[in-house]
């Protein structure tokens, strides 16, 4: 490792916590050079959601590139960006009886972010944006303007401004209900809060902490949002594209947002990429208002078109959720069979983690399960959230490899609060 400790960047986060090196990856394993395997709870953070070099990508990937296929091209029509658009209408949009224009913002989740902020600001002309505690959204400013954590918000040394945060989904407690407060503040004038040109949120918060919202709740969003003519953004950057079960994190609840951000697994392979989707009506942009050089990347196309292809029948979703029932029950038992931790099981499908009631505790058993061979990281304000986020295409056995190695990791590193 000597080398990164010479040239890297001390910014760099995810190698401190998974101090090895690694070369070569498949479904949902990995090895280093050393030759050891990994079994991957961590999925990219969310980025591979159908595993490792997916041998049916990678084949489209290698047959385009063979024949000197376009890779570059900025926002210019190409065969690849064509086939992509319909299939994702074909697959995704039409399916579900969703009407959308797909805006190609850049090649991250901050990018769609982005694009969903301005576009929002323009159509209103208004400034505020509403965004939820514990959130996030990304790293460049607009993005971190509307997102939760205290460190990741100084990062940006300077004022982030227009963005006012409300209370999240059971973030106040049972007994407070967070979106009469919202609509409290909406109401009086002398609230302090402007009518906001959006509110954005996420169904599950992921960096957050596994926080989940209930259909109830969003529901009301909606409908609050439909009262003020506020714009509805959901940012379904983890949450997407099958992490809870169906291809939109929103789907259960029925309702409809105005703009969706998709980035992560849209890219199917783990390539950069990411989507903007705007209902037609609002598409107010004029031509290169928003633009990027990395927008047209057609490695991406190739990739997320090859993917859609788990999306062509609901078995995949029904697999994921059945899958997802079988962690959540996992982990109930852990927080009856180990009460010294204090542990809470969250999340939906196989997007889950256990929050551990006792300081650094979570950090503990991720470090241990990484020298079990797991590579699983934390979330929430204090990292206090222990994820479980595998590749979708995972099976029973890795599942259950996985989850006693982190079972066997909790018992090592309770031994010290025992004590």
Known sequence: ???FDQMESEVRSYCRSFPTVFEKANGYKLWDTQGRQFIDFFAGAGALNYGHNDPGIKQKLLDYIAEDGVIHSLDMATTKKEEFLKRFREVILEPRQLDYKVMFPGPTGTNTVESALKLARKITGRETIISFTQGFHGMTLGALSVTGNSFKRHGAGVPLNHAVSMPYDNFLGDDIDSLTLLERFLEDKGSGVSLPAAIILETVQG???INVASQEWLKRVEEICRRWDILLIIDDVQAGCGRTGPFFSFEPSGIQPDIVCLSKSIGGYGLPFAITLIKPELDEWAPGEHNGTFRGHNLAFVAATEALRFWETD???KETIRKGEKVNLFLK?????YPQAQLEARGRGLMQGLAFGVDDLADKVC???FERGLIAETSGSKGEVAKVMPPLIIDDEG???GLSI???SIIEATKTVNN
């Open 207 to 209: 960096e957050g902490g």
């Open 399 to 401: 599942l259950d490899q």
């Open 333 to 337: 038992q852990l927080t009856e069979k």
């Open 1 to 3: 490792m000597s080398v």
């Open 315 to 317: 078995e995949f979703a």
């Open 406 to 408: 982190l079972e066997d």
């Open 367 to 369: 470090e241990l399960a």
